[in-house]
């Protein structure tokens, strides 16, 4: 499974857009890449997937560039609430039967009022 | 509501000390999965079932862990003479066969 890169930790405002932008340069050509969101003391919620371009759901839009080597998880105007882990994870759909999800360190987002 | 519950939410033994861990599908997903997650890093995967059959089990899954899916619906995972390290949140996830997953609130346990 591709190794994946992301910041330790963002801080943010209420009402701002958030970025948060993950690398992985050596992702191969059937990774997908997918995103989770864990709050303190609950289990990770899956969030969004993507392979390439632009995927929007009501949660979030996550942007892939040509060359794949990287995403960016964009939430549109934080609150409070989106205080949380968000994880980035890269894995082959085709090859990887298992399906079992590898995760890193994550980034911790701190939302103020 | 994930569809997945889990039980005890909290629980604290003595070392040495077996514990058993239960995983609810509400809903009907053939995949289950188990992860540990320790403090301040991402959940690691331990083991998963395509119905009943175990099918992948982690180098991290000692001979001291063993996990049941008896019947494809719910599952049970127990650690024998509990060590500190076991110290962790054990979570359950359910799948269709893919990489989106539905993850239990988990259980934590405490070695003391």
């Known amino acids: 499974l591709a190794k994946t890169t992301q910041p330790i930790s963002m801080d943010s405002y209420e009402g701002q857009e958030v970025n948060i932008t993950c690398s992985h340069n050596?992702?191969?050509?059937?990774?997908?890449i997918t995103w989770y969101q864990q709050f303190p003391s609950q289990g990770p919620r899956f969030i969004i997937q993507?392979?390439?371009t632009k995927v929007t759901n009501e949660v979030a839009s996550l942007f892939i560039p040509a060359d794949r080597k990287s995403s960016t998880l964009s939430l549109p105007r934080v609150s409070l609430s989106d205080t949380a882990v968000y994880y980035c994870?890269?894995?082959?759909?085709?090859?990887?039967?298992?399906?079992?999800?590898?995760f890193g360190s994550g980034t911790r987002l701190l939302v103020r009022p | 509501d994930t569809g997945v519950s889990q039980d005890p939410r909290h629980k604290i033994t003595k070392r040495g000390q077996n514990v058993t861990f239960r995983c609810d599908p509400i809903?009907?997903?053939?995949?289950l999965y188990w992860y540990r997650q320790t403090l301040g890093q991402g959940p690691e995967f331990l083991t998963y079932?395509?119905?009943?059959?175990?099918?992948?089990k982690s180098r991290l899954l000692s001979d001291r862990f063993s996990a049941e899916r008896p019947k494809g619906s719910f599952s049970t995972l127990e650690i024998q003479r509990t060590e500190q390290g076991d110290s962790a949140m054990y979570l359950c996830?359910?799948?269709?066969?893919?990489?989106?997953?539905?993850f239990g609130p988990g259980t934590r346990l405490t070695v003391t």
């Open positions: 079932f395509q119905n009943e059959a175990q099918l992948e």
């Open positions: 996830a359910l799948g269709r066969g893919s990489y989106e997953q539905y």
């Open positions: 993507g392979y390439k």
């Open positions: 994870l890269v894995g082959d759909m085709k090859m990887d039967s298992s399906y079992k999800l590898i």
């Open positions: 809903s009907e997903h053939n995949r």
């Open positions: 050596n992702i191969a050509t059937n990774d997908y």
